[in-house]
């Protein structure tokens, strides 16, 4: 007679006992779950991780990834330190008219009487892009969101219009209340 799943383990209760090869890995101190794949099969990049960690610390303004040219791997573009004086202007002029981005920015503005700050994460899919990069990108959204921990606004744009300042602030705003 074959056993069935709660015999085996007796710790197993409900949707648990269907579950099967879920694990946790540790890379550098932040744990994935098999590296954060999604079911798109694309994996984020531990140097993508550690470069936002440093952002969490204010050592970037923003980094930038996209999806490599094999469709495996998020992988970092670039990250533009603190220390640089780049503007949000100077971060709008980043987004490519044609491709799809994973960006994420360190928004800081003031509200109430105080000096804030947000961790805000976009996802850039413009109307010029091929399809399947906005689909890829766009199924593999949760993973990446899901590595970087600490994201606290999320913007998902297709035009300027969607990713300007003021729509940023409003956003950063409303969370803040």
């Known amino acids: 007679k074959q056993k069935t799943a709660y015999e085996i383990r007796l710790s197993l209760v409900g ?50 990834a996209k999806i490599g040219d094999n469709s495996k791997e998020v992988e970092l573009l670039k990250a533009v330190p603190l220390s640089d004086k780049t503007t949000y202007k100077d971060f709008l002029a980043e987004l490519p008219a044609d491709d799809c981005r994973y960006l994420v920015y360190n928004y800081e503005y003031d509200f109430d009487g105080g000096h804030r700050s947000k961790i805000v994460f976009f996802q850039w899919a413009p109307e010029n892009a091929k399809i399947k990069s906005k689909m890829l990108y766009a199924s593999t959204k949760d993973s990446i969101k899901k590595a970087l921990v600490g994201i606290q606004v ?24």
């Open 15 to 64: 949707s648990e006992m269907c579950i099967r090869d879920r694990y946790q890995r540790r890379v550098r101190g932040v744990s994935f779950a098999q590296e954060a794949t999604m079911a798109s099969g694309v994996a984020v990049n531990a140097k993508v991780v550690e470069e936002f960690m440093s952002l969490k610390k204010n050592t970037y303004r923003y980094i930038i």
């Open 154 to 177: 999320e913007i998902q744009g297709t035009d300027k219009s969607e990713v300007e300042e003021a729509v940023l602030l409003e956003k950063c705003k409303s969370i803040s209340k």
